[in-house]
């Protein structure tokens, strides 16, 4: 009715693997629109209410698809992968301010979510009233921590419209962080966002490849810290920034002294969540989440 040239596509979802229907099948397990805007293509979820124009569901990149024609073509596709070329980043964008006060760390946090990732905070808070959502976002914070964490505040954007992103702040005072080593004081910072774990990738050898897309979820992670040391101190050794990167996954940190007393870290990881990891390149991939690790381990000392 709107005269908008769309056309129903079908979808054998990203977890179904590959393969699923390669020989003749009609075991399609999704269905999505593909419209046509200024000249334009765009894929489009319709059962996430939550979910921005043009971004799409983790395990629909790179989906097998057959697109249905309509009246304005009756050219058929066949079976293709899902490529999504004008579709939203999947973003996550942090900015973080920690001041040591004694033995404590209080922290401020302002965070945007592009794409899929702001369906899921909407999704998660958009019902909520304020102390539920303050009580909610304690327990999600304190998840990261040994010690205890009280948070002070938490603040959302609007919630209700469905723009590309979802911006939204806390702040929060984490107890008995910091040790204590002589005269020196240290502490390591905690990223909200795990950009490399081993928790499935313990093994040394594996048998089959890593489907990647579904580890990770989102194309880049970017974290600004700040650190402010306490009045009358400065910071004394500094980390060696570092980059790192395996095929398509790029991770580098960054450490400036921007005074004596004032410390800036840069922290980003870049992926396109295609790749698979074949068996072969297994041993380099876990060594690349190693090197992440330690690099994440190190210690922020002042006196």
């Known amino acids: ?22 020989l003749p099948s009609v075991e399609f397990n999704h269905c999505i629109v593909k419209a046509e805007l200024d000249k334009k293509h765009y894929y489009i979820e319709l059962t996430d209410n939550d979910l921005p124009f043009s971004s799409l569901p983790n395990n629909l990149n790179g989906a097998l ?3 249905i024609p309509n009246k304005y073509s009756t050219v058929t596709t066949g079976l293709k992968q899902l490529q999504l070329e004008n579709k939203t980043r999947d973003v996550i964008k942090r900015i973080m301010d920690i001041k040591p006060d004694e033995n404590d760390l209080e922290i401020t946090m302002r965070t945007v979510k592009y794409g899929n990732p702001s369906s899921f905070m909407r999704a998660d808070y958009g019902k909520l009233d304020e102390e539920k959502r303050k009580k909610d976002m304690e327990e999600s914070v304190a998840n990261d921590y040994k010690n205890n964490v009280k948070l002070k505040f938490v603040k959302f954007g609007d919630l209700e419209k469905l723009t590309d992103s979802v911006e939204y702040s806390y702040g929060f005072r984490v107890k008995n962080e910091i040790a204590e080593i002589g005269s020196l004081k240290t502490f390591r910072i905690v990223y909200p ?3 490399a774990s ?4 313990s093994a040394d050898t594996r048998v089959y490849p890593i489907e990647f897309w579904s580890y990770e979820n989102v194309d880049l992670y970017e974290t600004v810290v700040t650190i402010t040391a306490p009045t009358g ?20 940190i960054q450490y400036t002294l921007k005074a004596p007393d004032k410390l800036t870290i840069v922290r980003r990881f870049t992926n396109t969540r295609q790749q698979q990891i074949p068996v072969a390149d297994y041993p380099g991939f876990k060594s690349f989440f190693e090197k992440i690790i330690k690099a994440e381990n190190k210690f922020i000392a002042y006196k």
């Open 1 to 22: 009715m709107a005269g908008i040239n769309a056309q129903m596509v079908l979808v054998d979802t990203r977890e179904n693997g590959q393969l699923d229907i390669l």
């Open 198 to 201: 081993l928790d499935n990738f």
């Open 233 to 252: 101190t400065k910071f004394t050794e500094v980390p060696t920034t570092e980059t790192l990167a395996f095929k398509d996954l790029n991770y580098s």
């Open 193 to 195: 966002d795990v950009v």
């Open 65 to 67: 698809i057959v697109e």
